[in-house]
Structures are given as C-alpha cells and as structure tokens.
C-alpha cells in the first residue's frame, strides 16, 4: 500500500477525546495500555493530502476574513459527480454546515416544532438522540429487523403504521446506517422514498459515511432515487467521517429544493456561528483531490480486512455474539443478549470487562438497542488483533 496504515500512533497529550476519556464507570487495570475503539474517530495518521493543501495554506502569513472559494465549491462537485454520479448538482445546491448534527439541527427546527415528532430507525445514532431532545422534540423509534441471513432490514410496516399513529411529517434517515453498518439497495431506498412521499414526509438524510462502503456495495444517495425524493430531502455529508477530520469541523449540506434550501440556510444563519474556518475549507479541497480518493480508497479496503478478521474471530470464539459484517462506516455493533444470558453476564460487567483489559468500546444501549456493544474498527490490524485477543481471554469468559 501506498499509505500508512499500520502505524500505532501516541496520541496521548494531543487533545484526544478517544485516548483521554474512557466513558464507563470503570479504568484499565495496570499492564493494560488503552486501545480506544469507541468514539468514532479513526486511529489512523491523517491523509497526507489533507495535512499538505493546509500547509500550503500555512505558508501564507494570514489567517484573516476570507470567502469561501471556487476551489471549494468545485472540490464537492467533482468529488460527487465521481463518487455518487451527481451529474445534476450544481453550486447553488450546496451549503456549508458547521458539522452534520449542526445542520441535522437547523433542519429540524426550520421545519417542526417543539414537541413535534420525528421518525428515526433504532438502533439510533446517539448524536440524532441528543439533537433533538435537546430541541425540544421527540423521536419516535422504528426498529430495524434482521432478516434469515442476520443482515438489518427496515420494516415498512411499522413505519408506516408509526407515521399515521403520531402524524409525522419528518424523518431522520441514516445511509449508510450508523451503528449497523447497512448500506441501503435501491430497492429499499425507493420503497422508503414512496413511503415518504405518501404521507407527505421531509426527510433529512445523513450521508456522512458515505465514502466508506465495503468492497462489493455501493452507497446510493436518497436523493438519487426519484424526482420527488431529490426535491423532499436534505441531505448532508462531510469529509469528517472518511478522513478522520472532526476536530477541524466542516459539513455540507446538498439540497435541491429552492424553497427547503432557504429555509434552511435562513434557520442555519439565524446563531451567526454556521461559517467555515479557512484550514477546514482548505482541508476539504486536499480530502476531495485525486490524491485523497486514493487515499479513501485503501482506507476502506483496510477497514474491509479488520471486519473480515474481527467478525471471523467473534464467530470462532464468542458463541452467541450475533454481529452483521458492516457494509459501510468503520463501525462494529455487537449484539451480546443471548451471550449474556448463557453466561449469567450482565451487559454492563461484560461492558467493565473490556474496559479492565484496555479495550475502550462503547455501550450499545446509548444506541437504544439494549445489551449492545459498539466497537470502531478503524485501527491498525495489530491493535484490533491485540483488543480480540484480551477480550477472549479476560471479558468472554
């Protein structure tokens, strides 16, 4: 490979939420290092593209008020033309976003009001949880359900049945699905999409992981799937998930829709905090290089080989641990019910287990799916193998 991958970076003394907090009620024991595999940040060193566009960035002695420039713009374009085959999408569609969750934020109150409810799959991404608590409105959940061959599935019926019942009006839809790891088909894109529209449904559509879908899958954007689909969706993505880049900040947000895009960046405007720092904006132009699709593209195929061996290892060593092999994002979910009750094992002693051993990963029940265990798998192979090798010996006993 032409990227380092296999480097086990100190990252201690960097500000690192992944290395300076273990969120549990519980610490490594003495002998036991910490692998952070929790807080979905990568472990990785940072695309070489990304850290040379903002040093030549750097090379200029000024950092004052700038606009955002052509290059930007032009980077997102030939980045979704390329990846997404968005051959209609033009800059008037695009905006910037001070994170996805900030614009996932401005969407739901521009377009719902406090106490209204909200549709969102469960397992749920916990930032979408707190996002909209926080605003005052309420998620009503739909489960996913796993088909004969264990992959989750969305179940249409209920969804319905949820929208009717509660009169919802907007959806929060995750693709690829955080923390199952599923990437849509077409087929079920199209089967939501006309859900939706039934029942007069915006939808906002996180897309951030995007970029990181395994070999043999391919990311279908929401928007791509019908006319009236493109025109009720908000869509938003980010360099951050693909090249680790969150403590830079910076998401964009693609809406085609005239009427839903002002109301949006009218909503967006009203904090005056939505605006782009200059090494951000110059970071994303070197994510979205040929140099940096180069680069995505052997990170995925490395995060592909951690799942091949992490999913082979649970299935030879931690009978009734039930995992899908993830399709998109860098994301493990464990569902360890049965494991537990065979064991006599709580989730939350299991949960202390790891965490004893050095192996940071994160409570699933955050996720609202209940004795679950959310691991990141984007790290060098020697660390993942180190984690799955504590675990059996000191946590799945």
């Not at 960097?14 to 009620?25: L, N």
């Not at 990437?183 to 859900?195: H, P, Y």
């Not at 529209?197 to 070999?215: A, F, G, Q, R, T």
């Not at 039930?322 to 049965?338: E, I, K, N, W």
Request: glycine fraction near 6%; include cysteine; hydrophobic fraction near 40%.
């Amino acid at each position: 490979m032409k990227y380092d991958f296999t480097t086990v970076l100190d990252r201690r003394g960097t500000d690192s939420i992944a290395v300076d907090v273990v969120p549990f009620d519980a610490q490594p024991l003495p002998g036991f290092d910490p692998i952070p595999m929790w807080i979905a940040d990568m472990a990785f060193p940072t695309a070489p593209p990304v850290l040379e566009a903002m040093r030549r960035r750097l090379d200029s002695p000024t950092l004052g008020y700038y606009r955002m420039s052509d290059a930007y713009y032009d980077a997102i374009l030939s980045w979704q033309r390329r990846r997404n085959g968005a051959e209609s999408l033009a800059r008037e569609h695009i905006g910037y976003e001070n994170g996805v969750l900030g614009g996932v934020a401005s969407a739901v109150q521009a377009f719902t009001a406090p106490g209204e409810k909200i549709l969102v799959h469960s397992p749920t991404y916990v930032g979408f949880t707190h996002t909209v608590e926080n605003l005052g409105r309420v998620l009503v959940h739909s489960p996913l359900v796993r088909d004969e061959a264990g992959v989750w599935r969305m179940d249409f019926a209920d969804m319905e049945q949820k929208i009717e019942q509660h009169r919802i009006h907007l959806v929060i839809f995750c693709s690829p699905h955080n923390p199952t790891g599923r990437v849509w088909e077409r087929a079920e894109l199209e089967q939501a999409m006309a859900l939706f529209e039934k029942h007069d449904c915006l939808v906002i559509s996180d897309e951030i992981w995007s970029d990181i879908v395994m070999p043999g899958f391919r990311h279908i954007p929401t928007q791509s799937v019908s006319a009236d689909a493109a025109a009720r969706t908000l869509a938003f993505y980010a360099p951050s998930k693909t090249f680790s880049l969150a403590g830079l900040v910076g998401s964009y947000h693609i809406v085609y829709n005239r009427y839903l895009r002002e109301r949006l960046e009218r909503q967006s405007e009203q904090s005056h905090y939505n605006s782009c720092s200059v090494l951000s904006m110059h970071a994303l132009i070197g994510a979205y290089s040929p140099e940096g699709e180069a680069w995505a593209d052997e990170m995925v195929d490395v995060i592909d080989g951690n799942f091949a061996y992490a999913c082979d290892f649970i299935a030879s060593n931690f009978p009734g641990v039930r995992v899908m092999r993830p399709q998109g994002t860098y994301m493990l979910f464990l569902d360890c019910a049965d494991w537990c009750r065979a064991s006599g094992v709580t989730i939350g002693e299991l949960q202390r287990r790891g965490v004893r051993a050095g192996v940071i990963w994160q409570d699933g029940e955050a996720f609202v799916w209940p004795e679950t265990i959310r691991m990141n798998l984007a790290l060098p192979l020697s660390r993942l193998q180190e984690a799955m090798a504590r675990l059996k010996e000191y946590a799945f006993v």
